[in-house]
């Protein structure tokens, strides 16, 4: 019986992680409506109309005692709070990567992450990497090396992105406490911060009262924009091995890779191509050896269950 309900919170959390990668892959078609907004005033409507759309819904669930627990606890309060912290972070680099044109090095970032969940996984939780696992994590370094040394800079972009959500995902898995509840908690402890940037620096653009219908729409739509992958990502995270995570991830940032090359017309030179290719290559031999994984985990799983 533990191996059937291992099981299915194994097939669960796959479907969360693959739907949380597709949302936020086409979230930059949505962000390019918003360039009128600075950065700033777009990750406050994040978190403002995140925390309302929450609200209601640990209301309709009845989430509020696991809310309670998780708010008598300082060590989680604290954990909960970072976690907050990077989040912001992390929407607030995304945001003005996308409205400044540097939707490929957000990409890249994106690509880049699994990788280093697969180094926070050995880490910080133990988990063993197996020598694919090793290659692949050497070929993206090859690969973001070939761009620091034919740029003279590091691609800071990408490993911001890619350091604080992997971070992130790494304290959401170490708290104990369920995805709605948590993100409940981490949005409304910035949410207050959120409130003050309205009220004393906000633009003009946030005004509601000025805007017209379909601006105030789109900014009320931040809410779902922001809350639907989230809730999905850290149901995942908290069914299934972290470094699986990363079999997953690289359907985001293809989308968005995409839709920088052929929607927005983003620059790719030879340089690019180059890291992006290493950094493809990782991810071939990172997704092939986690799908044999996989598929002697469930080749043991189901030998468990016909002996018993």
């Known amino acids: ?47 403002i109309w995140s925390a309302v759309i929450l609200l209601m819904l640990v209301l309709a669930l009845k989430q509020g005692p ?32 996308i409205n400044n044109d540097h939707l490929l090095d957000a990409s890249l970032g994106y690509y880049i992450n699994p990788l280093i969940n697969v180094f926070f996984g050995r880490l910080f939780l133990g988990e063993v990497l197996r020598p694919a696992q090793k290659v692949a994590v050497g070929l993206a ?34 708290v104990a406490v369920d995805s709605l509840p948590g993100l409940f908690i981490e949005t409304t402890l910035l949410l207050p911060f959120a ?48 470094s699986t995570l990363g079999f997953f991830q690289y359907i985001g940032p293809s989308i968005m890779f995409m839709l920088a090359l052929f929607v927005y017309g983003e620059p790719f030179d030879m340089t690019k191509m180059v890291t992006f ?16 994984a996989y598929r002697q985990q469930r080749k043991k799983l189901q030998i468990a269950r016909e002996q018993t």
Not at 34 to 47: E, G
Not at 146 to 165: C, D, E, K, R, S
Not at 279 to 286: G, P
């Open 1 to 47: 019986m533990q191996s059937l309900a291992a099981s299915r919170a194994t097939r669960t959390g796959v479907i969360c992680a693959i739907a949380a990668y597709i949302m936020w892959g086409v979230a930059p078609v949505y962000f390019k409506q918003l360039q009128v907004l600075p950065a700033m005033d777009v990750l406050m409507h994040r978190i």
């Open 66 to 97: 696991k809310v309670m627990a998780a708010l008598r606890s300082r060590k989680v309060m604290q954990v909960l709070f970072f976690a907050g912290l990077l989040l912001g972070a992390n929407w607030l680099l995304f945001i003005w990567a």
């Open 141 to 174: 370094a090859t690969g973001v090396t070939i761009l620091i040394v034919t740029y003279g800079q590091l691609p800071w972009i990408a490993l911001v992105l890619a350091m604080t959500f992997s971070v992130y995902g790494l304290l959401r898995k170490k």
């Open 195 to 242: 409130l003050i940037y309205w009220v004393g620096f906000a633009s003009e653009h946030s005004n509601m009262l000025h805007n017209d219908w379909q601006l105030n729409a789109l900014l009320f739509a931040a809410g779902i924009v922001t809350t639907a992958p989230l809730l999905c990502f850290t149901a995942a995270a908290r069914r299934i091995m972290y």
């Open 277 to 292: 290719v290493f950094v493809w290559l990782a991810l071939v031999v990172f997704s092939t050896d986690s799908l044999r």
